[in-house]
């Protein structure tokens, strides 16, 4: 049995649900899923600020967890806090976007992301940058707003969607990711011809191949910290104490 610890690392705890349902229908029986959503911040990540706020989130999110997971899945498509959750954890820690773009890469053709949210174009496309894909990359393809707003209306985004894949086939893209949790089942329901990942499902494949727990690396800066939750600040302690 798997034990996955989905990890929201903003503060809607629907859109937390909305994944988790999502994550489950991709999963075996025998694997036990468990969430925890971020105590402050946003309740969407949309801008860099945000992110930036998500990423300390998403360190406080695992200290709080209620047990220790076998594997974290990361569930914020660009993922915050992805390096700083495996200095921190013992065990894999996976992230949407890697995931994803690791997925796109194994068709050896060129891809693309379609997304909700201006401002994610160039933070995405700094994410693909680090993850160094071989294959080609044809950019990313965004309309404005909010990817919760979506959970709650996904009829209104499918039109939309569609027009971005359009643009992004026009473009020379083969695979097209969903990039975002809030997209995730949609899939199904886009009319452009196109390959088409789901961004949870290719991080709960990834989560589910994952290597085996590993010691985390020793956080050895911790003097004089001040201001974190006492859930992060002995998770940060222990480790000191363990290097």
């Known amino acids: 049995m798997r034990r996955i610890l989905l ?93 994803s773009i690791r997925a796109a890469d194994r068709f050896a053709d060129t891809f693309a992301i379609i997304t909700v949210g201006l401002p994610w174009i160039g933070m995405l496309e700094e994410c693909v940058a680090a993850a160094r894909p071989a294959s080609g990359f044809a950019g990313v393809f965004a309309v404005d707003g909010a990817g919760f707003d979506y959970v709650r209306s996904p009829e209104t985004v499918l039109g939309a969607l569609d027009g971005l894949a359009e643009q992004a086939v026009a473009a020379g893209a083969c695979t097209l990711i969903l990039g975002g949790g809030a997209l995730a089942g949609l899939k199904h329901r886009l009319h452009t011809p196109a390959r088409y990942i789901d961004c949870i499902e290719a991080a709960v494949i990834a989560a589910l191949a994952a290597d085996a727990p590993h010691a985390g690396t020793a956080v050895r800066q911790t003097a004089g910290s001040k201001g974190l939750s006492a859930p992060l600040a002995a998770v940060i302690d222990g480790l000191a104490r363990s290097a």
Do not use: I, W
């Open 7 to 99: 990890l929201n690392p903003n503060t809607n705890k629907a859109m937390t649900a909305a994944m988790r349902a999502q994550a489950a229908t991709h999963l075996p029986p025998e694997a036990e899923l468990t969430t925890v959503t971020g105590s402050f911040g946003f309740p969407g990540v949309a801008t860099r600020v945000a992110y930036a706020v998500a990423s300390h989130a998403a360190l406080d999110a695992y200290a709080r967890r209620e047990s220790d997971p076998d594997v974290v899945l990361l569930s914020c498509f660009g993922d915050p806090g992805l390096e700083a959750l495996r200095e921190l954890a013992p065990c894999p820690v996976v992230g949407l976007a890697e995931a």
